[in-house]
């Protein structure tokens, strides 16, 4: 409080904070007019020093805030040490009022605004001429922001941490060309396929793009390849440039004119510092006039580079290649897909050899000794396969002792984000670069990654729905806010921060995995940012009401106003509470019910009764798995914004209502229909699909045993399954020629004996599931038919002795599952059986039986 002067001295004081207490409370507090004389008195000082200093230090740890922002908080921050001492004590006093500026100042990260509840207590206890100064902090931050000062003083701080980012980038860059051919691991397949790209035979200009995260060796190994004599004999000109986050195009021109004489020797246009933009372009048209020219342009940000640049690398027909490394998606797709190079952390093995002839450098086998190979080994699996990681602390330990106490030590004191080691120092800035150019609304859906555990597979759709609760995703359109966060979440991949691990069947992404020293990262941020804590101590998992044993909701429930989410599937609850109406912010329900199964691969899902009135909550776009009555059928058309629906228990009665409702959902992309009764009649012939559904599930009996004649007709579906549907004719051809359909599961759908796949039909279907088809006994699959199907599995098909004539077809099946299937066939396939030889292409084949209430797993393959 040393810099306390002008009129607050006073309210301070000698006493320092009891004094000012005794003050405020008595209400002897200094004017309006005085407090500004003292704010003027500031501004003229020492703010801009200070606000630097702030600015600066944000940037050290990634927090990046803008010199708006630092000079806001600083001004926040003495107002309030000399007037409110209870609100310097909390955090969120600063950000809370920061929210009415936002807009004009800075991009607030959302999530830490929420937490200021306790000022409007607070607040009301001080003096109405504190709480005027504090109001008028908005029309300060204006001030601040069209401040001549303030601009000269952003850019010159802006200046200081992209020059340092770039000199930091550059370095790595430039030491790439003098790597050993030894220290390049587990990239010999990658640099083949290069120079392959970069040597074939097409005159065309081509674009090929290395795209991975920071640290993973794309510089190495583009790097490695340009240096190869190979490849630089066949190039008349040759530029390597390093292009960071630097958006300035005229110098990005400049540079590679200058690299291009540099590497013939000669020398550069006398005035080429003068130039302009379109004189460079010029300049560089006429330089590479005729001649097959290869350009190197290492860690590309942004696409716009490309779009500048592009002008002047021009297409003259001579073989040019120009090679884009970046961490960007968007940017890979410059080029063609199949030019474009995706680059992963190492395998273990390969890590392992990267770190070893990094840490044992000095050894001539560079091996690791046995005594050390136990916390060797910890430690380099915390790198996940990243090279620079290895590469650096590789470096670290080979000046260390070789002793298990020294390494043990090394290991447990390992981190990535504060450590003052300078190897470890560069990894950290390196990844930090891509944290820090995330905008706003990315970063605070990384951040939160930081609350998961390290290595965890966190749930995609888990994930999007607590992003939009927690107010990250802004409006866009007709878009949900699920779809937003959806897109917000492929952009952090796009971007490599986020892994994607594992791809289902369909190869959508259905977890998100953090790298850990991503995460490392990330979770040091969030705690200096105040954004959230991470706490050490393990704490009973709060992961919902979802496969508990909770067999009742209380009716308080509605008093959760802002619910968004309640998923109670998988339990024991029989009846929801009529309080779930009054919850108007509810966009996703998921109850059901569970019976009794008598297969390994499926489950029967009941619907659950909901109050009346639930067609009233505006929001919803998830209801599953809910039962029928006549309320809900004549009111669910109001539930206009609804992506996924789910409904049981429907009687052929209501079938024209529900028809008509489902019609008015333009936006339904999942849709479950199910009968009450195994012998109620489905009739949906008047149902108009929704434009956008893709996942479709029918149980009941058809009309007339055929399908409803739309089906065929809804281009977007790719999961159909159809159950007691009592189709009696053949009506594979009706579903054929959906072009994007690649799943398709039939329980006790078809009362025919035979099932005939004929050659071009169903070309994307990956899946396929037969199960309880009574009557079944043959099964014919042509040439060029299923020609991508990964998994076949037949179930409960007691008339089916025999194995699908032509399997041996299906040259990219990976799965061949029999469950409950005749003993006849399966005897065919055991040992040496007469069909053993048809499926051994297919890596699993595996049958399932139940004996004695118990499933009995049998490998066939």
Same mark, same amino acid.
């Not at 350009?295 to 021009?314: C, E, K, P």
């Given at each position: 409080m040393e810099w306390i002067e002008g009129p607050w001295a006073s309210v301070v004081g000698d006493g320092g904070a009891p004094q000012r207490e005794r003050d405020v409370e008595s209400g002897e507090l200094p004017g309006r007019i005085e407090i500004y004389q003292w704010i003027h008195q500031q501004w003229s000082g020492d703010w801009t020093t200070r606000t630097q200093e702030l600015y600066v230090r944000s940037a050290d740890g990634g927090g990046r805030c803008s010199m708006a922002e630092a000079a806001v908080f600083y001004l926040i921050q003495k107002i309030s040490d000399a007037v409110v001492p209870g609100a310097l004590e909390q955090a969120d006093f600063l950000v809370s009022h920061l929210a009415n500026v936002k807009s004009d100042v800075l991009e607030v990260k959302k999530g830490a605004l929420k937490q200021a509840d306790f000022l409007v207590s607070h607040l009301t206890k001080v003096q109405s001429e504190v709480l005027e100064v504090m109001r008028e902090l908005e029309f300060l931050s204006a001030f601040l922001r069209y401040s001549d000062t303030y601009k000269d003083s952003n850019q010159l701080v802006d200046t200081w941490v992209k020059q340092d980012e770039q000199e930091l980038s550059r370095l790595l860059a430039d030491s790439a060309h003098f790597i050993e051919e030894d220290e390049i691991v587990g990239f010999k397949h990658r640099a083949d396929l290069l120079v392959n790209w970069m040597m074939d035979e097409e005159p065309t200009r081509t674009a090929i793009t290395v795209w991975g995260m920071g640290g993973v060796g794309k510089t190495t190994l583009v790097t490695s390849v340009y240096n190869t004599p190979t490849v630089r004999s066949r190039f008349d000109c040759?530029?390597?440039?390093?292009?960071?986050?630097?958006?300035? @195009?005229?110098?990005? +021109?400049?540079?590679?004119?200058?690299?291009?004489?540099?590497? =013939?020797?000669?020398?550069?246009?006398?005035?080429?510092?003068?130039?302009?933009?379109?004189?460079?372009?010029?300049? $560089?048209?006429?330089?590479?006039?005729?001649?097959?020219?290869?350009i190197i342009l290492d860690d590309v940000w942004r696409t716009d580079v490309w779009n500048y640049v592009s002008t002047a690398l021009f297409d003259n027909?001579?073989?040019?290649?120009?090679?884009?490394?970046?961490?960007?998606?968007?940017?890979?797709?410059?080029?063609?897909?199949?030019?474009?190079?995706?680059?992963?952390?190492?395998?273990? %093995?390969?890590?392992?050899?990267?770190?070893?002839?990094?840490?044992?450098?000095?050894?001539?086998?560079?091996?690791?000794?046995?005594?050390?190979?136990?916390?060797?080994?910890k430690i380099a699996s915390k790198c996940q396969g990243l090279p620079l990681a290895i590469k650096s602390i590789g470096n670290l330990l080979s000046v260390k002792e070789r002793t298990e106490v020294a390494w043990r030590y090394v290991h447990d004191a390992l981190g990535w984000k504060h450590s003052d080691i300078p190897e470890l120092q560069?990894?950290?800035?390196?990844?930090?670069?891509?944290?820090?150019?995330?905008?706003?609304? $990315?970063?605070?859906?990384?951040?939160?990654?930081?609350?998961?555990?390290?290595?965890?597979?966190?749930?995609? =759709?888990?994930?999007?729905?607590?992003?939009?609760?927690?107010?990250?995703?802004?409006?866009?359109?007709?878009? @949900?806010?699920?779809?937003?966060?959806?897109?917000?979440?492929?952009?952090?991949?796009?971007?490599?921060?986020?892994?994607?691990?594992?791809?289902?069947?369909?190869?959508?992404?259905?977890?998100?995995?953090?790298?850990?020293?991503?995460?490392?990262?990330?979770?040091?941020?969030?705690?200096?940012?105040?954004?959230?804590?991470?706490?050490?101590?393990?704490?009973?998992?709060?992961?919902?009401?979802?496969?508990?044993?909770?067999?009742?909701?209380?009716?308080?429930?509605?008093?959760?106003?802002?619910?968004?989410?309640? %998923?109670?599937?998988? @339990?024991?609850?029989?009846?929801?509470?009529?309080?779930?109406i009054k919850l108007e912010n509810l966009r996703h329900l998921m109850v059901n019910k569970f019976s009794e199964s008598n297969s390994i691969y499926y489950e029967d899902v009941l619907g659950l009764q909901v109050p009346k009135g639930i067609w009233n909550l505006k929001l919803l776009q998830t209801l599953k798995t809910v039962a029928a009555d006549e309320g809900m059928i004549q009111h669910l058309e109001n539930l206009t914004h609804m992506r996924n629906l789910d409904i049981s228990d429907v009687t052929i009665i209501q079938c024209t209502g529900l028809s008509t409702s489902i019609s008015k959902m333009k936006f339904l992309h999942n849709l479950a229909v199910k009968t009450k009764y195994r012998t109620e009649m489905l009739r949906l012939e008047s149902l108009s699909p929704p434009?956008?559904?893709?996942?479709?599930?029918?149980?009941?009996?058809?009309?007339?045993?055929?399908?409803?004649?739309?089906?065929?007709?809804?281009?977007?579906?790719?999961?159909?399954?159809?159950?007691?549907?009592?189709?009696?004719?053949?009506?594979?051809?009706?579903?054929?020629?959906?072009?994007?359909?690649?799943?398709?599961?039939?329980?006790?759908?078809?009362?025919?004996?035979?099932?005939?796949?004929?050659?071009?039909?169903?070309?994307?279907?990956?899946?396929?599931?037969?199960?309880?088809?009574?009557?079944?006994?043959?099964?014919?699959?042509?040439?060029?038919? +299923?020609?991508?199907?990964?998994?076949?599995i037949l179930a409960g098909c007691r008339e089916l002795k025999r194995l699908p004539l032509g399997i041996e077809n299906l040259t990219?099946?990976?799965?061949?599952?029999?469950?409950?299937?005749?003993?006849?066939?399966?005897?065919?396939?055991?040992?040496?059986?007469?069909?053993?030889?048809?499926?051994?292409?297919?890596?699993?084949?595996?049958?399932?039986?139940?004996?004695?209430?118990?499933?009995?797993?049998?490998?066939?393959?």
């Amino acid at each position: 409080m040393e810099w306390i002067e002008g009129p607050w001295a006073s309210v301070v004081g000698d006493g320092g904070a009891p004094q000012r207490e005794r003050d405020v409370e008595s209400g002897e507090l200094p004017g309006r007019i005085e407090i500004y004389q003292w704010i003027h008195q500031q501004w003229s000082g020492d703010w801009t020093t200070r606000t630097q200093e702030l600015y600066v230090r944000s940037a050290d740890g990634g927090g990046r805030c803008s010199m708006a922002e630092a000079a806001v908080f600083y001004l926040i921050q003495k107002i309030s040490d000399a007037v409110v001492p209870g609100a310097l004590e909390q955090a969120d006093f600063l950000v809370s009022h920061l929210a009415n500026v936002k807009s004009d100042v800075l991009e607030v990260k959302k999530g830490a605004l929420k937490q200021a509840d306790f000022l409007v207590s607070h607040l009301t206890k001080v003096q109405s001429e504190v709480l005027e100064v504090m109001r008028e902090l908005e029309f300060l931050s204006a001030f601040l922001r069209y401040s001549d000062t303030y601009k000269d003083s952003n850019q010159l701080v802006d200046t200081w941490v992209k020059q340092d980012e770039q000199e930091l980038s550059r370095l790595l860059a430039d030491s790439a060309h003098f790597i050993e051919e030894d220290e390049i691991v587990g990239f010999k397949h990658r640099a083949d396929l290069l120079v392959n790209w970069m040597m074939d035979e097409e005159p065309t200009r081509t674009a090929i793009t290395v795209w991975g995260m920071g640290g993973v060796g794309k510089t190495t190994l583009v790097t490695s390849v340009y240096n190869t004599p190979t490849v630089r004999s066949r190039f008349d000109c040759n530029a390597w440039v390093s292009v960071s986050q630097n958006n300035d @195009t005229v110098d990005l +021109l400049r540079r590679i004119i200058k690299e291009l004489y540099r590497e =013939k020797r000669e020398v550069t246009p006398a005035d080429i510092n003068l130039m302009d933009y379109r004189r460079l372009v010029e300049t $560089l048209r006429a330089h590479l006039q005729q001649k097959r020219y290869l350009i190197i342009l290492d860690d590309v940000w942004r696409t716009d580079v490309w779009n500048y640049v592009s002008t002047a690398l021009f297409d003259n027909n001579t073989g040019s290649r120009i090679v884009i490394t970046t961490r960007n998606l968007d940017v890979a797709s410059i080029a063609v897909e199949s030019r474009v190079m995706s680059l992963k952390p190492l395998e273990e %093995d390969e890590a392992w050899t990267l770190f070893c002839r990094n840490a044992f450098r000095r050894e001539k086998e560079k091996r690791c000794p046995p005594e050390l190979e136990y916390w060797a080994r910890k430690i380099a699996s915390k790198c996940q396969g990243l090279p620079l990681a290895i590469k650096s602390i590789g470096n670290l330990l080979s000046v260390k002792e070789r002793t298990e106490v020294a390494w043990r030590y090394v290991h447990d004191a390992l981190g990535w984000k504060h450590s003052d080691i300078p190897e470890l120092q560069k990894v950290s800035a390196i990844l930090n670069f891509s944290i820090n150019d995330l905008p706003y609304y $990315l970063r605070n859906c990384l951040l939160y990654c930081s609350l998961y555990p390290d290595d965890y597979e966190i749930e995609k =759709k888990t994930l999007i729905r607590l992003c939009v609760a927690e107010g990250f995703v802004e409006n866009r359109g007709e878009s @949900t806010m699920e779809e937003v966060a959806e897109d917000y979440l492929n952009q952090l991949v796009g971007r490599c921060m986020l892994q994607v691990k594992p791809i289902d069947t369909f190869r959508r992404t259905t977890c998100f995995k953090v790298h850990h020293l991503v995460r490392d990262l990330i979770v040091a941020k969030s705690r200096n940012e105040s954004f959230c804590r991470v706490y050490d101590k393990e704490v009973e998992s709060r992961s919902g009401l979802s496969h508990t044993k909770i067999r009742e909701l209380p009716e308080a429930l509605g008093r959760v106003r802002k619910l968004e989410t309640l %998923d109670a599937r998988d @339990t024991r609850v029989e009846k929801l509470p009529n309080g779930i109406i009054k919850l108007e912010n509810l966009r996703h329900l998921m109850v059901n019910k569970f019976s009794e199964s008598n297969s390994i691969y499926y489950e029967d899902v009941l619907g659950l009764q909901v109050p009346k009135g639930i067609w009233n909550l505006k929001l919803l776009q998830t209801l599953k798995t809910v039962a029928a009555d006549e309320g809900m059928i004549q009111h669910l058309e109001n539930l206009t914004h609804m992506r996924n629906l789910d409904i049981s228990d429907v009687t052929i009665i209501q079938c024209t209502g529900l028809s008509t409702s489902i019609s008015k959902m333009k936006f339904l992309h999942n849709l479950a229909v199910k009968t009450k009764y195994r012998t109620e009649m489905l009739r949906l012939e008047s149902l108009s699909p929704p434009p956008l559904l893709r996942k479709l599930t029918l149980y009941g009996k058809l009309e007339k045993g055929v399908l409803p004649c739309w089906l065929g007709s809804v281009t977007n579906l790719s999961k159909l399954r159809l159950r007691l549907s009592g189709l009696k004719q053949d009506f594979l051809f009706s579903l054929s020629m959906l072009p994007n359909l690649e799943y398709l599961s039939l329980e006790e759908a078809y009362e025919g004996e035979k099932l005939h796949f004929r050659g071009r039909w169903f070309p994307k279907l990956k899946i396929l599931w037969l199960r309880d088809m009574a009557h079944l006994s043959c099964i014919q699959i042509e040439k060029e038919s +299923l020609i991508n199907l990964r998994s076949l599995i037949l179930a409960g098909c007691r008339e089916l002795k025999r194995l699908p004539l032509g399997i041996e077809n299906l040259t990219h099946l990976q799965k061949l599952g029999f469950d409950s299937m005749p003993i006849e066939l399966l005897e065919k396939l055991r040992h040496d059986g007469e069909d053993r030889q048809k499926v051994s292409h297919i890596p699993i084949v595996r049958s399932w039986v139940m004996r004695e209430d118990k499933w009995i797993e049998e490998s066939l393959s």
